[in-house]
C-alpha cells in the first residue's frame, strides 16, 4: 500500500492540552499515531526527537533515519518548522505523531528547499524519544576568579588532572555559551557533541582560545568573555548583539599533542 495512503489525519479544530498555553493552529491536521506515556514536553526544555519530512504523494524531504541520529532541540525556541514546533504542542516522550502542514507553516509560498515545490503542504512525522532539563549554569564566588592581562576573567569550577593543554594542541570540549541575562547562545550539550579545535585556530574566538589554554583534563572551568575578546561590535548569529560580554562553561575531554 502506498505510504500516502496510510497518512490519515483527524480534522482539527484548535486543540487545548494540559498546557494552559499549549494550541494547535486550526490549519494544522494531525493524528496521534501513539500517546506516549512519558513527561508532557514543556517549553525551555531539551526535547530529542525523529522527524520524517514528506510531500502529500509520500516522497521523501529529510529523515533522521536516514542519519540514525535525532534532532536535540529547545523547546519552543522556533529551532524548526513553524508548523512542527507548534503542532508538537501536547506531546508526551514516547509518543508519535503525523501533522499535515500548510505551506504558511512550512516552507512558504516560495520555497527555498530544491526539493518542495512552491506553495506544498508537507506531511510530517514526529517522534518524542527523550527529554532532559536545560543545564544550569556555573556559578563560584567572585573571588575565585583570575583575571588576565587581555581583561579575560576564567575561574576553576572543578579540578582536572593530567595533561595541561597549550598553544599548539588539538582540544575538544564541551561547553555551553550564556549572555549576561543568563540566555543560553550555544550549547554542545544540546546538540549531543563536543567540539574540536586546535588552540591558536584564528576561526575560534580569542577569548575561548586563551581561556581553554593551560586547562587540565576533565578540568570544568567557566570564563568570562569581554567583547574585545568575543565578536566586538559585530553581529554574528545565534542572536548574539554587539559588544557583548560572553559566559562560557568548558570541559575540557581530550587533548591532542602532535
Known amino acids: 500500500m502506498p505510504l500516502i495512503l496510510l497518512l490519515i489525519f483527524a480534522v482539527s479544530t484548535e486543540v487545548f492540552f494540559s498546557d494552559p498555553d499549549c494550541t494547535i493552529p486550526e490549519s494544522i491536521q494531525y493524528e496521534d499515531v501513539r500517546t506516549g506515556n512519558g513527561d508532557l514536553i514543556r517549553e525551555d526544555t531539551i526535547i530529542e526527537i525523529d522527524v520524517t519530512i514528506m510531500l502529500q504523494d509520500g516522497r521523501v524531504i529529510s529523515?533522521?533515519?536516514?542519519?540514525?541520529?535525532?534532532?536535540?532541540?529547545v523547546y519552543g525556541t522556533d529551532e524548526i518548522l513553524d508548523g512542527i514546533d507548534t503542532g508538537i504542542c501536547g506531546?508526551?516522550?514516547?509518543?508519535?505523531?503525523?501533522?499535515?502542514?500548510?505551506?504558511?507553516?512550512?516552507?512558504?509560498?516560495?520555497?527555498?528547499?530544491?526539493?518542495?515545490p512552491d506553495n506544498s503542504t508537507i506531511?510530517?512525522?514526529?517522534?518524542?524519544?527523550?527529554?532532559?532539563?536545560?543545564?544550569e549554569q556555573w556559578n563560584v564566588s567572585e573571588d575565585k576568579f583570575q583575571e588576565s592581562e587581555s581583561g579575560?576573567?576564567?575561574?576553576?569550577?572543578?579540578?582536572?588532572?593530567?595533561?595541561?593543554?597549550?598553544?599548539?594542541?588539538?582540544v575538544e570540549v564541551f561547553y555551553n555559551g550564556y549572555l549576561e541575562d543568563g540566555t543560553m547562545?550555544?550549547?554542545?550539550?544540546?546538540?549531543?557533541?563536543?567540539?574540536?579545535?586546535r588552540i591558536g585556530d584564528s576561526a575560534i574566538i580569542d577569548g575561548v582560545q586563551e581561556g581553554v589554554t593551560g586547562m587540565r583534563l576533565k578540568e570544568r572551568r567557566i570564563l568570562v568573555i569581554p567583547?574585545?575578546?568575543?565578536?566586538?561590535?559585530?553581529?554574528?548569529?545565534?542572536?548574539?548583539?554587539a559588544n557583548a560580554t560572553l559566559y562560557f562553561n568548558l570541559e575540557l575531554l581530550y587533548i591532542g599533542k602532535d
Open 91 to 116: 506531546m508526551r516522550v514516547g509518543g508519535k505523531r503525523s501533522l499535515n502542514i500548510p505551506p504558511e507553516l512550512a516552507f512558504g509560498i516560495f520555497s527555498d528547499h530544491q526539493a518542495v
Open 227 to 241: 567583547p574585545e575578546l568575543g565578536y566586538g561590535t559585530s553581529v554574528p548569529e545565534y542572536g548574539i548583539p
Open 63 to 73: 529523515s533522521t533515519e536516514w542519519h540514525g541520529v535525532p534532532i536535540r532541540m
Open 123 to 135: 506531511v510530517a512525522e514526529v517522534q518524542v524519544r527523550n527529554m532532559f532539563e536545560m543545564p
Open 152 to 170: 579575560l576573567k576564567y575561574a576553576v569550577y572543578e579540578e582536572g588532572s593530567g595533561d595541561v593543554s597549550e598553544e599548539g594542541d588539538f
Open 185 to 197: 547562545f550555544a550549547s554542545s550539550v544540546i546538540n549531543n557533541t563536543h567540539f574540536g579545535f
